[in-house]
């Protein structure tokens, strides 16, 4: 499960430069124009990512297995909604997800096989409490991530901006023998 994580701590890295390189030409009035997505513009949009991700970061650190690399996290402030607009201003934005992107990284290499085995106890925004496996919650941070680059890639791909290669197929390193 940890190289699995590895890959797609790489992977969001990847598929984030390049959203952020594809958004990057856009005008203000381009990033913050509502195009009827869940999260209303591609700067919502990218914002909530941000958010889903302190907020399960934020969770993890909780876990009984600590892990080092979540230490940046710990002491953000936690989003009290997932619609929050963290940053309105597109490079300032680009850099926290630069930084963030970092830590899941970090995270990723650090994180152990145990830990992702054990369950993690958390409270969602509701303040309801749940107990599931750590491994899985990684993955849905992933795949959190994975959903609404889509859902923007989507929105660019209507105002004729193609990504290209999208697929997680492109991060997975060829075996040969």
Known sequence: ???NFELMADYNR?????????????????????????FGSI???????????????????KHSYHVEALNAVA??????????MLYEDFVALRQARAE??????EFANEVTEEALAA??????????????????????????QTHHRGQITTLLSQIGIDM????????????FG
Do not use: C
Request: no cysteine; proline share 3%; charged share 20%.
């Open 119 to 144: 369950d993690l106890h958390y409270k969602n925004t509701q303040g309801k409490t749940f107990s599931r496996k750590f491994g899985f919650l990684v993955h849905h941070l992933f795949n959190h």
């Open 100 to 105: 963030m992107d970092k830590v899941i990284i």
């Open 164 to 175: 290209g290669e999208t697929d997680l197929l492109a991060r997975i390193p060829i075996s």
């Open 75 to 84: 002491t953000m402030p936690l989003p009290t909604k997932l619609d929050a």
């Open 43 to 61: 700067m919502g949009s990218l914002n909530h990512i941000l958010v889903a991700d302190i907020i399960w970061l934020k969770r993890y650190t």
């Open 14 to 38: 990847w598929m984030n430069e390049r959203l952020y390189e594809a958004v990057s030409g856009l005008s203000v009035t381009e990033l913050h124009q509502d195009r009827g997505a869940f």
């Open 1 to 3: 499960m940890k190289a």
